[in-house]
Nanobody
């Protein structure tokens, strides 16, 4: 079983950037498909980005395409989310997630505790 710990959240002005990190432990990181999700107040949790085991495949929600980039470093057991051109609609708790098996953008099995991202206008 993998444990996930996110970091890098915070307060940023609109138009700014943040990079989230998610460190994994307890299992072979490269066996897991990784993803980032977010949940804004009063809304359901939504998929943001996903990355395959090797990093060769990535997917993004339409709302973040061209602004966010997911990447992973299997030598450091870490997945990243680079967020550029942030706007207030990106304000949410961001969660790192992992799943075993085939690549997918849903049905993730393991979750981090979340990190708050707040974008001021």
């Amino acid at each position: 079983q993998v444990q996930l710990v996110e970091s890098g959240g915070g307060l940023v002005q609109a138009g700014g950037s943040l990079r989230l990190s998610c460190a994994a432990a307890g299992s072979t990181f490269s066996n897991y498909v990784m993803g980032w999700f977010r949940q804004a107040p009063g809304k359901e949790r939504e998929f943001v980005a996903g990355i395959s085991w090797s990093g060769g495949r990535t997917d993004y929600a339409d709302s973040v395409k061209g602004r966010f980039t997911i990447s992973r470093d299997n030598t450091k057991d870490t997945v990243y989310l680079q967020m550029n051109s942030l706007n207030p609609e990106d304000t949410a708790v961001y969660y790192c997630a992992a799943r075993r098996g085939l690549y997918a953008t849903s049905n993730y099995n393991y979750w981090g505790q979340g990190t708050q991202v707040t974008v001021s206008s």
